[in-house]
């Protein structure tokens, strides 16, 4: 314990001896890796960033918003290849990235956590001003990019639907009149192999092309214990181009396209119950007792997935034309996107027969959107005005895969197979009878396999409107209003279940009048056509099999925001806003019929954004409190006869929060950067009554959370920076250190029955997390030469991130998922 306690101590100090991550002095929307940190940096332009947060190029200080910047060259820091790799550093904001094709984000206490094409996120994530799907482009590999703008609170009237929590906003670099080429590579730990190049050639005086390519190589950080193979790989291709065209001195046109293909192993499952490694055929203790259950980061790992996978294609192009006016501006923005995801993981967390469970989704897609926007300016209004239109199309195949050794072990678990038969079993009985009399038919061993299939028809309109009032030289009052008109058709689709070889079998026991016996065989407690029903019947998705279900809805939202801000002086800004968010409405893929209302969230907030330049010093504060109601929740439930795997069903819940966030940024000499960006929350359910199973006679049984904490930590803050020498060898030496912390998750009720906080006393989920990254680089003086050598998560702080829950309930076998190790790398780049 006193060692811990003496690395946390070192490196908290080695953090406060750095500098700042999320809004950087001085940051250029063209810088895409370290350059050296030259003297002539001025240490009093903080904050003198250009944003377009609100539709209009803005410096952030000048924005009444509550927002975190990360720069490029913070990316390139701590080496993160996606979004989800900030963690820790940008408080109050959480990405799960193990499922990289369907991540889950999270923003001040808020998240959707479906996983299907019928729900879309709360946070919504842009790419050049172009909204992403979740099963698309919402976690795509960083390419090419020039910062990330973290809006917090709902962004309704600004981005439209799908931000009822906040908006992530990515934006790329784009071509210039300058020649020039980057190439990197980094090696490290667990077969890193990662390499990025540009290429930026301006043809002529009108027209510039800009071409990016990365890889992103590693060999996994987790090993099966039986087979070897590797989990926890990486294996990722993305390339950006794009031409600008100066058509005339007024009007420009950029044509880009994107494309990522992601190729890895199934997500790691870590099972928590110790099991035979010889006897495959044991079957788990059932229940589940948690005092015996393994610590997960120091676990055996197996998966026996059949075709586990993460796989993503996808190819975004997009036509943006912009004119200049007199008195303002046009632009179109058009975008068509396809792409297609395989996920396949194991359930059951084992490699053992009698508990074998694979679960997936697979699903294909395409995109059209299409934005016209009018804005201009004078000296009593800024304003912005537009419409436009979103059209998703999308297919989804959700899948469960058994055997009828795991059919066994359901009817054993849940007690109703020994109404039939005398051990309990279904196939293995009628397999030792099989046995008995020497006869060729055997029932144990075969795959079973049952899918939902959905296809979903999504258009969304809007026109909205948003302008600045310039009341005095300090006072602006700030007034907004989008309208949205959404429209969804969605159906399910469930055929009978595909057992080929079982059916062939039971054809096989019908023709030779063994099924007959079964009445004699069970002591009369099953007739031939009651078996064969057993046999045959889908158990996973067991309704409304054969039969489409369709649901065709219309929802329409007005989402406004009054925001008043007053300059008290040329460096210090004071806000009140007030503004609302808005979620379309959707379906849960794996629940026929089922739909939920849109979500809605009043914030008001109160801010202030301040610079001290004689003191260096930039102090950026707010406090806010929002009512969600609508929300939806994906629980778990188990099924109502207690034989089928459990399914996913969503309810509507409430919240209400308050919180406070504070960004403090410290430049004391021009090679050194302080810094601290912290946020608390106090989240917890208004109202909120969550499925939890059935009871004995099969009626749904519910958890009442309401006044319970919401599953979100009440603190969680960095400290980053760096600094830097110079005339090291012909250049500058570079130290950057970034600490991040998120504190304990606060549990109630439901949270613990989903497996978001932990019973078992073998290891602590929801524990505070901590995350220490440190770089060393080195510049050469003309910025054409650079090494650099880098460490995430120095101190190899391992966490129980979630528990899967969804055989633990049937087949006794939880599993859990773990943050990744330590690791290191060398990196080298060179420029022209």
């Known amino acids: 314990m006193l060692i811990r306690t003496h690395r946390l101590a070192a490196g908290i100090a080695c953090a406060l001896l750095a500098g700042t991550f999320g809004v950087s002095a001085n940051a250029?929307?063209?810088?895409?890796?370290?350059?050296?940190?030259?003297?002539?940096?001025?240490?009093?332009?903080?904050?003198?960033?250009?944003?377009?947060?609100?539709?209009?190029?803005?410096?952030?200080?000048?924005?009444?918003?509550?927002?975190?910047?990360?720069?490029?060259?913070?990316?390139?820091?701590?080496a993160a290849t996606d979004l989800s790799q900030t963690n820790l550093f940008v408080p109050g904001v959480v990405i799960d990235g193990s499922d990289p094709t369907q991540p889950t984000y999270r923003m001040r206490g808020i998240e959707t956590n479906d996983f299907g094409i019928g729900t879309d996120s709360a946070v919504g994530v842009y790419v050049n001003g172009v909204y992403q799907t979740r099963s698309g482009g919402a976690l795509m590999a960083l390419n090419d990019v020039a910062r990330v703008e973290v809006l917090k609170g709902p962004q309704g009237t600004l981005f439209g639907r799908n931000t009822a929590a906040g908006a992530i906003s990515i934006v790329t670099n784009e071509p210039t009149d300058k020649l020039e080429g980057k190439a990197r590579v980094r090696y490290g730990e667990y077969g890193r192999r990662y390499g990025d190049a540009l290429l930026n050639v301006p043809v002529n005086q009108d027209l510039a092309v800009r071409m990016s390519f990365l890889d992103n190589q590693s060999n996994g950080y987790?090993?099966?214990?039986?087979?070897?193979?590797?989990?926890?790989?990486?294996?990722?291709?993305?390339?950006?181009?794009?031409?600008?065209?100066?058509?005339?001195?007024?009007?420009?046109?950029h044509l880009s396209w994107d494309h990522d293909r992601l190729k890895q192993p199934s997500r790691m499952d870590v099972g928590l119950i110790p099991l035979s490694s010889t006897d495959l055929y044991q079957r788990a203790p059932f229940p589940a007792d948690p005092s015996t259950w393994y610590d997960p980061r120091h676990a055996p790992f197996f998966n026996d997935s059949n075709g586990g996978r993460e796989r993503r294609q996808y190819n975004g192009w997009t036509l943006a034309f912009d004119h200049g006016f007199d008195w303002g501006g046009f632009s179109s923005t058009t975008n068509y996107a396809a792409y297609n995801i395989s996920h396949v993981e194991d359930g059951d967390g084992t490699n053992h027969v009698t508990t074998h469970l694979d679960t997936g989704v697979i699903s294909e897609g395409r995109t059209l959107y299409q934005e016209f926007k009018l804005n201009g300016s004078n000296e009593r209004v800024d304003w912005v005005a537009g419409a436009s239109y979103y059209m998703e199309r999308a297919k989804q195949t959700s899948l469960a895969t058994v055997n009828t050794d795991t059919y066994d072990t359901l009817a054993i678990n849940s007690g109703l197979g020994a109404n039939f038969t005398p051990d309990g079993t279904l196939f293995h009985y009628f397999d030792s009878l099989l046995q008995a009399f020497n006869l060729p038919y055997r029932l144990l061993g075969d795959p079973w396999t049952e899918t939902i299939s959905n296809n979903g028809h999504f258009n969304s309109y809007a026109v909205y409107g948003d302008a600045i009032w310039h009341v005095t030289d300090k006072l602006n009052i700030t007034t907004g209003l989008r309208y949205t008109h959404d429209r969804k058709y969605f159906d399910w689709y469930t055929p009978v279940r595909y057992a080929p070889q079982l059916d062939a079998t039971v054809d096989q026991l019908d023709a030779a009048g063994i099924l007959a016996l079964a009445p004699l065989l069970t002591g009369g407690a099953l007739s031939a056509d009651a078996l064969r029903a057993i046999l045959t019947q889908n158990q996973i998705f067991p309704n409304a099999v054969g039969q489409l279900v369709s649901k065709d809805n219309r929802w329409n939202d007005l989402s406004p925001r009054l925001v008043a801000d007053y300059k008290f002086t040329p460096d210090t800004m004071a806000y009140l806003s007030l503004a609302r968010g808005y979620k379309a409405g959707g379906y849960n893929g794996t629940e026929p019929g089922s739909q939920f209302q849109p979500e809605k969230v009043w914030n008001a907030e109160l801010g202030i954004k301040s610079t001290f330049p004689d003191q260096h010093l930039l102090l950026n504060a707010s406090i806010y409190h929002y009512r969600y109601t609508d929300k939806q929740t994906l629980v778990v439930v188990p099924s109502t006869d207690g034989l089928g795997v459990p399914t996913y069903q969503v309810s509507n819940t409430s919240q209400d929060a308050t919180g406070v966030d504070l960004q403090v940024q410290w430049v004391p000499l021009d090679d050194l950067r302080l810094g601290f960006n912290g946020s608390y929350i106090d989240s917890k359910y208004s109202t909120a009554r969550v499925p939890a199973g059935v009871d004995a006679n099969g009626d749904a049984l519910y958890l009442d959370v309401s006044g319970q904490p919401v599953d979100e930590p009440k603190f969680s803050y960095s400290f980053s920076g760096d600094y830097t020498w110079h005339g090291v060898a012909r250049g500058?030496?570079?130290?950057?250190?970034?600490?991040?912390?998120?504190?304990?998750?606060?549990?109630?009720?439901?949270?613990?029955?989903?497996?978001?906080?932990?019973?078992?006393?073998?290891?602590?989920?929801?524990e505070p997390q901590q995350r220490t990254d440190l770089r060393l680089d080195w510049n050469a003086a003309n910025g054409r030469w650079g090494l650099g050598a880098y460490v995430q998560n120095l101190f190899d702080k391992q966490y129980v991130s979630g528990l899967g829950t969804i055989s633990q309930s049937v087949l006794g076998t939880p599993y859990a998922y773990v943050t990744p190790p330590r690791m290191w790398g060398v990196e080298a780049r060179v420029k022209f």
């Open 222 to 253: 987790l090993r099966d214990a039986v087979t070897g193979q590797h989990y926890g790989k990486d294996d990722e291709w993305g390339t950006r181009m794009v031409a600008r065209w100066q058509v005339t001195p007024d009007s420009t046109v």
């Open 28 to 78: 250029s929307a063209q810088d895409t890796s370290p350059p050296p940190a030259a003297a002539t940096t001025n240490a009093t332009e903080l904050g003198k960033i250009t944003v377009t947060a609100q539709s209009r190029t803005q410096e952030v200080q000048d924005v009444p918003i509550a927002m975190d910047i990360v720069t490029a060259k913070q990316l390139d820091i701590i």
């Open 732 to 766: 500058d030496l570079s130290f950057h250190a970034n600490y991040g912390y998120r504190g304990r998750m606060r549990c109630n009720d439901a949270s613990v029955y989903q497996g978001k906080c932990a019973l078992p006393t073998n290891f602590d989920l929801g």
